[in-house]
């Protein structure tokens, strides 16, 4: 039987559309997909995202345990109400998992990462864990709700909901920064390429913070919105755009991996200097009508091939879109295989679109 988060008979009531994903049971859309991407680019809108694991670190040998868990160097966080979006690797230099680690004190962490993954990266930082002198006390918090509220009037939207004292504070915070408060912890990420806030809550006090926000006119917004935000956005899908059988560099997530300074042994180091990369993760525009699918052959000039791993319609820009496996070299132009047709495709750098507008010239293509 699929878990449910808390927030599940809201749902229910507001008609969503309940799907099974990653072990959960959640909202697909409530009525029109199209529409809730959309109110997301244009104005605002939330999702619950109650499914996704968090672990708090806390104790001496905290700070030591992430440098060397993770390919980004949590010391790249200057003070505490910081964040750090980057990678766990695997002993060849495979990702585990990517994740954003959160500075809440001189060592004291937290960690969201995906709720596919939850049980793996559980057992795979305690074994990690056990190899480090100095013990760190990681805390699983399924205790814990959160809400991602998104788009150019989210902090409109929450000045509806929140205090003035947090507001001022909210307003204050930069991209990939927080707070905490009573109303919750308050962060300025997201997976939709839009300003927003995704807040963690005690689990019992996500109903009504769900339906305050529901009065202040934030429509819901299900799984279906959230992937073509995402893919708009360039945003990878971890078991689809990345997996253990790849390095973050051929993810288009090099610039995740801090190589400074060289004394830092973080796992999969060795590996990544030892492993020249097979491939790399570019965009793709299909130049005419058609439907881009995950798993679809790319075949680019000369006849070297790649794989489609994230690919969907873009409401935005009214074209079929993908993130794609290619071999290395440069190309603009590629082959989608569908059916048995080759579709012309261009090749482009992600994201193709961000803060409401194209970041790829559709009159090029």
């Given at each position: 039987m699929n878990q449910r988060t808390v927030l599940y008979d809201s749902h229910v009531a507001a008609g969503g559309r309940?799907?099974?994903?990653?072990?959960?049971?959640?909202?697909?859309?409530?009525?029109?997909?199209?529409?809730?991407?959309h109110r997301v680019r244009a104005e605002v809108g939330m999702f619950d995202v109650s499914h996704m694991t968090v672990i708090d670190l806390a104790g001496p040998g905290s700070r030591a345990f992430l440098r060397r868990l993770l390919a980004n160097d949590v010391a790249r966080l200057s003070a505490p109400g910081s964040a750090l979006y980057g990678c766990m690797l695997n002993h060849e230099g495979g990702i585990l998992d990517d994740l954003?680690?959160?500075?809440?004190?001189e060592e004291r962490f937290r960690l969201v990462v995906n709720a596919a993954t939850r049980d793996s990266d559980l057992s795979w930082m305690r074994a990690r864990l056990a190899e480090m002198p100095d013990a760190a006390q990681l805390t699983h918090r399924p205790d814990l709700a959160m809400l991602a509220v998104q788009g150019p009037m989210a902090e409109l939207a929450l000045a509806k909901v929140f205090s003035a004292e947090t507001m001022s504070a909210v307003h204050a915070l930069s991209a990939f920064q927080f707070i905490e408060r009573p109303e919750g912890f308050i962060a300025r990420t997201g997976y939709t390429g839009e300003d927003g806030f995704e807040i963690l809550l005690p689990a019992q006090a996500a109903p009504a913070l769900w339906r305050a926000l529901l009065t202040a006119g934030v429509p819901p917004c299900g799984?279906?919105?959230?992937?073509?935000?995402?893919l708009e956005a360039g945003l990878s899908l971890y078991g689809t755009d990345l997996d253990a059988d790849h390095t973050p560099q051929e993810c288009g997530l090099g610039w995740t991996v801090a190589l400074a300074p060289e004394g830092r042994d973080f796992?999969?180091?060795?590996?990544?200097?030892?492993?020249?990369?097979?491939c790399r993760q570019v965009g793709l525009v299909?130049?005419?009508?058609?439907?881009?699918?995950?798993?679809?052959?790319?075949?680019?000039?000369?006849?070297?091939?790649?794989?489609?791993?994230?690919?969907?319609?873009?409401?935005?820009?009214?074209?079929?879109?993908?993130?794609?496996?290619?071999?290395?070299?440069?190309?603009?132009?590629?082959?989608?295989?569908?059916?048995?047709?080759?579709?012309?495709?261009?090749?482009?750098?992600?994201?193709?679109?961000?803060?409401g507008l194209a970041c790829v010239d559709l009159n090029s293509l």
């Amino acid at each position: 039987m699929n878990q449910r988060t808390v927030l599940y008979d809201s749902h229910v009531a507001a008609g969503g559309r309940m799907v099974p994903f990653s072990g959960w049971d959640m909202p697909l859309h409530y009525g029109s997909q199209l529409q809730e991407h959309h109110r997301v680019r244009a104005e605002v809108g939330m999702f619950d995202v109650s499914h996704m694991t968090v672990i708090d670190l806390a104790g001496p040998g905290s700070r030591a345990f992430l440098r060397r868990l993770l390919a980004n160097d949590v010391a790249r966080l200057s003070a505490p109400g910081s964040a750090l979006y980057g990678c766990m690797l695997n002993h060849e230099g495979g990702i585990l998992d990517d994740l954003i680690v959160y500075l809440r004190g001189e060592e004291r962490f937290r960690l969201v990462v995906n709720a596919a993954t939850r049980d793996s990266d559980l057992s795979w930082m305690r074994a990690r864990l056990a190899e480090m002198p100095d013990a760190a006390q990681l805390t699983h918090r399924p205790d814990l709700a959160m809400l991602a509220v998104q788009g150019p009037m989210a902090e409109l939207a929450l000045a509806k909901v929140f205090s003035a004292e947090t507001m001022s504070a909210v307003h204050a915070l930069s991209a990939f920064q927080f707070i905490e408060r009573p109303e919750g912890f308050i962060a300025r990420t997201g997976y939709t390429g839009e300003d927003g806030f995704e807040i963690l809550l005690p689990a019992q006090a996500a109903p009504a913070l769900w339906r305050a926000l529901l009065t202040a006119g934030v429509p819901p917004c299900g799984l279906g919105a959230r992937d073509t935000l995402r893919l708009e956005a360039g945003l990878s899908l971890y078991g689809t755009d990345l997996d253990a059988d790849h390095t973050p560099q051929e993810c288009g997530l090099g610039w995740t991996v801090a190589l400074a300074p060289e004394g830092r042994d973080f796992i999969g180091r060795a590996a990544l200097a030892a492993r020249t990369p097979r491939c790399r993760q570019v965009g793709l525009v299909l130049q005419g009508r058609g439907v881009l699918r995950n798993g679809l052959t790319v075949r680019l000039p000369g006849g070297a091939e790649g794989r489609i791993t994230s690919g969907g319609f873009s409401p935005t820009l009214q074209r079929a879109i993908a993130l794609a496996r290619v071999p290395l070299g440069p190309a603009s132009l590629c082959e989608v295989l569908l059916r048995g047709q080759a579709l012309p495709a261009r090749v482009v750098k992600p994201p193709f679109v961000r803060h409401g507008l194209a970041c790829v010239d559709l009159n090029s293509l």
